[in-house]
């Protein structure tokens, strides 16, 4: 099984260079944690933290963003656009599982992810560390970032494999993969945002929200690099919302989802007539 | 071989109300190439579909070297050519190849001798999105010879290759069938698969109409033999006249005839002695056939 998954996941990697996938992902995101490095510079003196710290509040903000979208569009064209190309029938005339075509895939997709994740926020820790702006605090908390990045980009890539089984052409995966993304980074926090403002009794505000803000992967990862690290919520003033959850929850959701995502997707898979 | 390395029971396929399989009896035993031909939407690839356990089957049973399709063991024994091959354009043959040996279990040196068979050697190493349609299905080819597969089902396989291409493929096909695979065709191609099957199978609107050797086919079909002569100039309207057929151009005459009358035919067209420079018996071709069974009454 480890042989196959490896097979498969080995050539994916090479598509996804060859694409330039991996150059694209990696130059992006370390252009915009080399820019949120530098525009994070002014407001260092008046809070007292390091360099560091405030670039690693601009980064969560931004990954929540970008990290889902890089593993939709890496993801979302997975199963989709193989049946369209009748790869998937071939593949699957040989002894290999259709849970193992997915594993394969998400192995390369995740390196994919990692590379530009690790080398994109490593850049920034390097440059703070340069110029003297790190400690040993915030480079834990990038170092918290990249791992949680990574998850949060593994949830993303199941939600996007399982997605492109429903499909029925790879355009109509893509459009599904864009509709994933704006509900789940965009609209769920509007609506949560609207929910609360609307709260005149503050139940909504004191029972569900934080129960809501778990349940979304990309809250929950926005909480757990915002809020638990002292100093980064210093720098954000975010650390009330943090206090409010528990710690043990907000790493549940980090975990669960993409085991969760992922086994939603093996069972969509198991129903695709390839 | 007891057991037929493909064995299809009274298989059935529906797709939604409509049956695209009604009951396909067909048994090929190791060695034996078997052409499968039909109409476009005839049940042709479903039925390969089946066999491959890519679509469900809805009625009666299926079973490739004893095993379920898609177990397994039945994968791990079949080899398949979809009609339309498409690997990953980024990737090189040779990459492409690669990926089935590492999933078929067999070693990396399997590789290269395999693209040397089917003529890729040189092309192993460019990427397949600037392959030609042929170079990709010869590479379709070469992932179906790996692993000395005991059943190899090929759908349309010869589309868009040349005709020097389509003679190496059935060799290639001869091979494979020598060595003990059971060898299931589908095309289109009619001509070329006349000296290369030892059977044939007619699909007619998912029913199975014909499954006999080609000679078999041709005494049960009763077809008209051709007798085309060539005549001494200027002759040809009096001998058509003489032996009563059709003049076909100002040398030809053509005779129909049946299988037992066509000695007496040959008796009368000798006779005319000087007046012929030249016979030619034309025995129903495949196509003849196929256009027979494909259209009329139900073969039987």
Partial sequence: MIRRILALSSAEFTIALRNRWVLIATLMMALFSVVLTFAGSAPTGALGVDHLTVAVASMTTLSVYLVPLLALLLSFDAVAGEIERGGLALLLTYPVSRFEVLLGKMCAHLAVLALAVGIGFGLSGLLTWAVGGSSAASLLSLGNLVWSAILLGATFLAVGYAASTLAKSSGAAAGLAIGIWIVFVVIYDLALLGALVADKDGVFTSQVFPIALVANPADAFRVFNLANSESVALATGLGGTGKSISLFAILGSMFVWPVAAMALARFLMRRVEP | ?300
């Fill in chain 2, 1 to 300: 071989m007891n057991t037929p390395a493909i064995d299809i029971q009274a298989a059935s396929k529906f797709q939604g109300k409509r049956q695209t399989v009604c009951d396909v009896t067909l048994k090929i035993a190791a060695g034996e190439r078997v052409a499968l031909l039909g109409h476009n939407g005839a049940g042709k690839t479903t039925l390969i579909r089946m066999v491959l356990g890519l679509t469900r089957i809805d009625g009666g049973t299926i079973t490739v070297d004893g095993a379920v399709p898609g177990s397994a063991h039945a994968r791990r024994v079949s080899a398949f050519l979809p009609e339309s091959v498409s690997f990953h354009k980024a990737l090189t043959g040779r990459e492409q190849l690669l990926l089935f040996a590492r999933l078929n279990g067999q070693p990396v040196s399997v590789v290269a001798p395999l693209l040397e068979r089917v003529g890729l050697a040189d092309a192993a190493d460019r990427k397949i999105g600037a392959w030609s349609k042929g170079m990709r299905q010869r590479l379709g080819l070469a992932q179906v010879l790996l692993g000395n597969p005991k059943v190899a089902l090929l759908d349309e396989p010869t589309s868009g290759l040349d005709p020097i291409s389509r003679r190496e493929f059935y060799g290639i096909v001869d091979e494979l069938a020598d060595g003990g695979t059971a060898v299931l065709v589908s095309s289109h191609a009619l001509t070329e698969l006349e000296a290369r099957t030892d059977r044939i199978a007619i699909l007619r609107a998912g029913n199975l109409v014909a499954d006999s050797s080609l000679a078999d086919l041709r005494t049960e079909a009763k077809l008209p033999i051709r007798v085309r002569v060539t005549t001494e100039a200027d002759q040809a309207d009096g001998i058509a006249l003489r032996l009563g057929g059709q003049r076909v151009n100002c040398r030809g005459v053509e005779l129909t005839c049946d299988q037992t009358d066509k000695m007496r035919r040959l008796g009368d067209v000798t006779a005319l002695g000087a007046l012929i420079d030249d016979v030619e018996v034309i025995p129903p071709s495949l196509e003849d056939l196929y256009r027979f069974y494909s259209t009329k009454g139900d073969g039987k």
